[in-house]
């Protein structure tokens, strides 16, 4: 196997173009995590969130109109989510299963509502406008262009990391999960906070959403989130809601996905298409071993 073609640029491009979808996914999942609420919807929300820019962006022809269309689809599934788990009490895990099944039917029965569509989402007039991109140029032989998502994911990394951990917003956020009591003893409500977590983990599906269908690919198609959710999810644990680990998380789901593109000539597709998803299960063992590591040296102590 020849490395330079799968150690290079190009793959070095891949991953971090692939890693923003995961990454604001995962932004989405560590604001309820840090609420008390795994949410494991977000799958569902990235789909709603793709299949609602691509709508956007075709009927107003602007790409911001297109994120404006999955931020506010975000928020309704944001706020759904809360409303079942924090107002009914419903269990955490069915609501986001139940979630994740609605919107790939939602967004399969409204694609095929259009005459001719079925499978993806080409129009027949009017034209889906994309993310804009930032050239550098070509840099060895490779032309480099990034989403102007991309950046973005990475500044409002940062803006999590500082809300979580350097305001109060943050500290109320992560007390209405660990302590509510405590919370609500110094006049704050653990369910504002709760909904609050609910509805930003909608927004940052729905800009992965936009992201992927406008940014990483230029159409919809059904269930194109390709179960990144889940992979967010992993990221998030394996990253212990804490944003610059989820972040590395991500990178290294990404990298593994685009080395395992760049060794299709050499291994077969169909394994190296599982690459990702081992790489996450393997994420997840790592982090039950380190788990019970820390318990017996507690234990030990």
């Known amino acids: 196997m020849d490395w330079s073609s799968v150690l290079n640029l190009s793959t070095l491009l891949n991953t971090v173009n692939t890693a923003t979808i995961v990454i604001l996914a995962g932004l989405g ?28 962006s075709w009927l107003c022809g602007s790409w911001v109109m297109g994120v404006v269309f999955a931020l ?49 989402f080409h129009p027949a007039t009017g034209t889906i406008v994309k993310l804009p991109s930032l050239d550098f140029g070509v840099i060895g032989g490779t032309q480099v262009s990034l989403s102007v998502m991309v950046p973005i994911a990475w500044v409002l990394v940062a803006v999590c990391w500082v809300m979580i951990y350097r305001t109060p917003l943050g500290f109320w956020l992560h007390a209405s999960g660990e302590h509510p009591e405590s919370l609500r003893s110094v006049g704050r409500s653990p369910e504002r906070m709760k909904y609050l977590g609910a509805l930003l983990c909608g927004m940052f599906c729905g800009l992965s959403g936009a992201y992927l269908s406008l940014g990483y690919l230029s159409t919809f198609t059904e269930n194109m989130s390709a179960s990144r959710g889940y992979v967010a999810v992993a990221c998030v644990i394996f990253g212990r809601a804490n944003p610059p680990l989820v972040f590395l998380a991500a990178l290294l789901f990404a990298f593994i996905d685009a080395a395992g593109t760049r060794m299709q000539g050499f291994i077969d597709p169909q394994l190296t298409a599982t690459f990702p998803y081992i790489g996450t299960i393997l994420m997840m063992l790592l982090l039950a071993l380190r788990d019970q590591w820390k318990k017996r040296a507690m234990a030990r102590s």
Do not use: H, W
């Not at 309820?32 to 709508?55: K, L, P, R």
């Not at 107002?87 to 299963?97: L, P, Q």
């Not at 979630?99 to 029965?109: C, K, W």
């Open 72 to 120: 506010v689809v975000g928020l309704i599934f944001g706020l759904f989510y809360g409303v079942f788990v924090i107002k009914f009490k419903s269990d955490e895990f069915i609501i986001g299963v139940a979630l994740n099944i609605f919107a790939a039917a939602l967004t399969t029965f409204l694609l095929r509502c259009f005459p001719g569509q079925s499978g993806s």
């Open 29 to 56: 999942c560590l604001m309820t995590d840090q609420a008390g609420m795994m949410n494991i919807g977000i799958d569902g929300m990235m789909v709603a969130g793709a299949f609602a820019a691509v709508m956007g």
